[in-house]
Structure formats: structure tokens, C-alpha cells
């Protein structure tokens, strides 16, 4: 295949991400650096996005981050459950009268 640049635009409407987003991981090492063409405008490898992108699945199938992901949710579970308590305002143990 022969490889192209593609447009800011048009990686984040691929890949699903904010431009923030994007930027977060580019800084990190997670995602494909830009190519600078100018000032004010860069362009990425079709062929780079498309790896991460492959990545990205192969990730999905081998259940990469399942279990960080379950942690995060039964955190949120609890959470959730003791601030419903705090809103109905039970008072278990005091008495009605």
C-alpha cells in the first residue's frame, strides 16, 4: 500500500476521539506523532493510524485493561450506592418518635 497523509479532520473522525484527546496521547507515546507541513498544519501516515487502529482491536480481543476497567465500575458502583444513601436520608437506627 502506498502511504498518504491524512488531515486532522480526518483521523479524529476514524479513530472517535476529541482533538484534546488525541493530543493527550500523542504526548504520551500512545499514538502516532503528526507530520508538520507547514505553520500551522500537520498530517499523519494513513499507514501509522491504521496500525493503531489494528492495535486498538487486537487490544479489545485480548481483553487488555479488563481488569482495570472492572475495578474503575465497582468503584463507581459503590460510590454511587453510598451517596443514594446519603440523598434518601436513612437513619438506620434512630428511632421515629
Same mark, same amino acid.
Given at each position: ?5 491524512? $488531515?486532522?479532520?480526518?483521523? &479524529?473522525?476514524?479513530?472517535?476521539? $476529541? ?7 500523542? #504526548? ?26 489494528? #492495535?486498538? &482491536?487486537?487490544?479489545?480481543?485480548? $481483553? ?26 436513612? #437513619? ?6
Amino acid at each position: 500500500m502506498s502511504d498518504r497523509f491524512i $488531515s486532522m479532520s480526518e483521523v &479524529l473522525d476514524r479513530i472517535c476521539l $476529541s482533538k484534546t484527546h488525541l493530543y493527550r496521547k500523542i #504526548n504520551a507515546g500512545q499514538f502516532p506523532r503528526p507530520v508538520p507541513l507547514g505553520p500551522q498544519k500537520v498530517a499523519f501516515l494513513e499507514s501509522e493510524i491504521e496500525t493503531w487502529m489494528s #492495535n486498538r &482491536l487486537r487490544a479489545r480481543d485480548e $481483553s487488555e485493561g479488563q481488569s482495570q476497567r472492572r475495578e474503575r465500575a465497582a468503584k463507581s458502583v459503590g460510590h454511587a450506592a453510598h451517596v443514594a444513601g446519603k440523598q434518601t436520608g436513612t #437513619n438506620e437506627g434512630q428511632d421515629d418518635e
